[in-house]
């Protein structure tokens, strides 16, 4: 009986800290990390701003939580879509598509977690989530590298490359100016992987065909 209780306290917690979490990426998601307030986020998730304080003791830990969370998801669809794929050449391809989907389907959620600037530091958990993405693609490089496919190269350096042109083209203040329909996403998603594939090393036939693979199958937020 004793257990019951504490196991469904420790359900009920957990649920709450969800809720939470939820309700600030709601919050990042309409109006970036500036939108990510105490108060209001508290509002969202229907509870007391003094609840919200009780698993998050400041509005550093509220939004650092939030940029693990979010990041730990998109690591995870980076790694289901790399598995799913037939080989190391389409598992990188997979995986740099589903980054750059992620990017152009919620921009303004996208630019908070990598480099919006806010009233807290945040910085410790902006780099362990870019170290933790850069690490999985490192990851594909070096098995396409292992099958022949790609040349010899500095596989860390090539990871944390692709990541920033996947950044910084997209979300990044030089990128272009927010993506109405499906088409211009699916583009946008296109030109940026074939470039990363080229990058590496996949000739240029083998990367249009690893990239429309890889592309096709996914759902933009626009759109089909």
């Known amino acids: 009986m004793v257990y019951r ?38 509002a969202r998730a229907k509870v007391a701003a003094g609840t919200v304080y009780r698993y998050f003791p400041s509005k550093a830990d509220l939004i650092s939580e939030l940029i693990a969370d979010v990041s730990h998801a998109e690591l995870v669809a980076i790694r289901r879509a790399a598995d799913a794929a037939p ?30 600037p806010v009233d807290v530091d945040v910085t ?7 170290r933790e993405i850069a690490g999985e693609i490192e990851t594909r490089i070096e098995s396409a590298i292992r099958a022949g496919h790609l040349p010899t190269q500095d596989t860390g350096m090539a990871a944390t490359a692709l990541i920033g042109a996947l950044h910084e083209s997209l979300v990044g203040p030089l990128a272009p100016q927010p993506l109405e329909d499906s088409a211009k996403l699916r583009d946008a998603v296109q030109t940026i992987a074939l470039f990363a594939l080229r990058a590496v090393g996949v000739l240029d036939a083998r990367a249009r065909g690893l990239v429309v693979q890889a592309v096709l199958p996914v759902k933009m937020a626009a759109g089909a």
């Open 87 to 116: 080989g190391p050449s389409s598992a990188l391809a997979a995986a740099v598509t589903t980054i750059a989907v992620h990017v152009v389907s919620n921009r303004k959620l996208a630019w908070g977690i990598l480099a919006e």
């Open 5 to 42: 209780r504490t196991h469904q306290v420790v359900k009920r917690l957990a649920a709450r800290r969800a809720a939470i979490l939820a309700a600030a990426r709601e919050a990042a998601t309409e109006g970036g990390m500036v939108a990510v307030q105490i108060a209001a986020v508290a």
């Open 124 to 130: 410790e958990s902006r780099l362990a989530s870019r």
